[in-house]
């Protein structure tokens, strides 16, 4: 396997991608042997002490590089840096979660506590994950900012809105649990689609930024990945299901880990130009116009990336009201209307942005076109006067 990986790697880089890829097998292996493990005495005990023991790796992964990161290189932007750093302390506050979920559920062999010592740390943990990718692409430019806000404000409004129809509202309404029990159970689902919000803002904008390019996949594919944990955990948790080491598992191990390769990648594999200079990256000028091919718009990937938000905001409330309809006996809750009228409001309010983003264009291109006039014209006075 030595031979796969690229020859210019340090025997440090090539410890840790093989360490990463024994973690991943091993953590697959064991959950494919589950039900092997259980029938052996003591194997379910065994099977919940390696599994809760194993996943606290991932996030002091995650914790240790984004901290790392943040020290060792010059940044673009000191919110950058301290970007990273949240990052890293995310990984850290759920790896302490961690850590009291397996020193009451491994170590002392008891029930863990909801709401307990655990959910300090994986609540805490939301906090660090969001500011940190919004202090990321804190520093897009102004331009098309409110634009890629709109786009992701309305895909994660439309997760959110079926995370709140099938478990927020259900958690919120079970009677035998504490007021503290109903906020801390509604903040994963919230956090989650917070999260998911800041990482499709960073994948839109990370185009514009070379050296979040690659890592910004990587955090934002950890994000959808610890929402899926999140929200399989939410679900066998509302219905009294959830064991530790269920299938779904892997989300949270595997998403920490896309979150510390993030960290890392930007050190590996610098950009040229941020040998050279730090982090400052070579941007682009953007033309005072941009000339519009209708032939570009309409190719597929620009296209499903127009469409994305607007069929993601008409499946879910497609979703949301039909599944309402027939359980209120032919009538839409008022709740449901109001998510609906929310999500035209922003589909509403983007179009009314792009209006203006035109007229803008329109006025540019005017400006442009009276300054070439003023130079041909004042040229040809030059020539004239020869």
């Not at 994660?156 to 009677?175: D, K, N, P, R």
């Not at 801390?184 to 390019?213: E, H, K, Q, W």
């Not at 809750?333 to 409001?345: E, H, R, T």
Request: charged share 10%; with cysteine.
């Amino acid at each position: 396997m030595l031979r796969m990986l690229p020859q210019h790697w340090t025997q440090f880089q090539s410890n840790v991608v093989l360490l990463s890829i024994t973690y991943a097998v091993g953590f697959l292996v064991m959950i494919m042997l589950r039900p092997v493990i259980v029938l052996y005495a003591n194997g379910e005990e065994f099977y919940q002490g390696f599994h809760n023991t194993y996943q606290i790796i991932p996030p002091v992964f995650a914790g240790v590089c984004s901290i790392f990161y943040a020290r060792k290189r010059q940044h673009a932007s000191a919110t950058r840096r301290a970007g990273w750093f949240c990052l890293g302390l995310a990984g850290c506050s759920f790896a302490l979660g961690q850590s009291a979920w397996t020193y009451y559920e491994t170590i002392r062999g008891v029930e863990t506590p909801s709401p307990g010592l655990p959910d300090v740390g994986y609540v805490g943990a939301y906090p660090f994950l969001i500011g940190g990718v919004v202090l990321l692409f804190g520093s897009i430019h102004i331009t098309g900012r409110l634009r890629l806000l709109l786009d992701s404000a309305i895909a994660a409004s439309s997760i959110g809105v079926l995370s709140w129809y099938f478990l927020v509202q259900h958690l919120w309404e079970q009677s035998d649990t504490t007021l503290l029990g109903k906020l801390i159970s509604v903040a994963y689902p919230l956090g989650d689609v917070a999260g998911l919000f800041g990482a499709m803002v960073l994948l839109n904008s990370a185009t514009a930024t070379r050296s979040l390019r690659r890592s910004s996949l990587f955090i934002a594919g950890g994000i959808v990945l610890l929402t899926f944990a999140d929200i399989g955990y939410t679900y066998h948790n509302l219905h009294g299901t959830y064991q530790t080491g269920m299938w779904f598992d892997w989300g949270w191990s595997f998403g920490w880990l896309l979150i510390g390769y993030a960290a890392l990648l930007p050190l590996w594999w610098p950009h040229p130009l941020e040998k050279a200079g730090g982090e400052n990256e070579a941007r682009t000028p953007a033309p005072a116009v941009a000339a519009i091919n209708f032939l570009q718009m309409a190719m597929l990937p620009a296209l499903a990336r127009v469409m994305l938000p607007y069929l993601a905001a008409a499946l879910a409330f497609t979703a949301v009201a039909v599944r309402d309809y027939g359980r209120t006996g032919g009538h839409i809750s008022n709740s449901v209307l109001m998510a609906g009228l929310w999500l035209i409001f922003l589909v509403v309010f983007r179009q009314v942005l792009t209006l203006l983003e035109n007229q803008q264009l329109t006025a540019q291109l005017r400006a442009l076109n009276a300054n070439l006039e003023q130079r041909v014209e004042q040229r040809t006075g030059e020539l004239t006067s020869l």
